[in-house]
């Protein structure tokens, strides 16, 4: 009886640990996916701001980007991803105006 009372006990604190473990796991991947987004956000902010910068400074280089790696280049994914960010952000407004 005694052997079968303490498997029971063991058994539900095994339960419990378990339920434990995984709210501690759950809030570690809830704090590592807001530091992905908050490093997201701070890579893609780093790479508007430095693209402007080069545009204006040294614009040979978006030109010899393109003409060693055509459209696989970094300058084309800058194009294009601005191009999105501004069609985006144009037809939001247009969406808002109309509503």
């Known amino acids: 009886m005694q052997g ?6 063991q058994g539900i604190f095994l339960i419990a640990l ?7 796991l759950f809030q570690v991947v809830k704090a590592l996916g807001g ?3 908050i490093g997201l ?6 790479m508007e ?5 080069l545009f204006f400074t040294e614009r040979y280089l978006y ?5 060693a790696n055509g459209i696989w280049s970094f300058t084309s994914f800058y194009i294009t991803f601005n ?7 144009v ?3 247009v969406k808002s105006r109309i509503a």
């Open 4 to 9: 079968v009372m303490e498997q029971i006990l």
């Open 18 to 24: 378990l339920g434990v473990i995984f709210v501690v």
């Open 35 to 37: 530091l992905f987004l």
């Open 41 to 46: 956000i701070g890579g893609i902010l780093f």
């Open 49 to 53: 701001i430095y693209g402007i910068y």
């Open 63 to 67: 030109v010899e980007d393109l003409a």
């Open 83 to 89: 191009i999105l960010l501004v069609a985006g952000l």
């Open 91 to 93: 037809a939001k407004v």
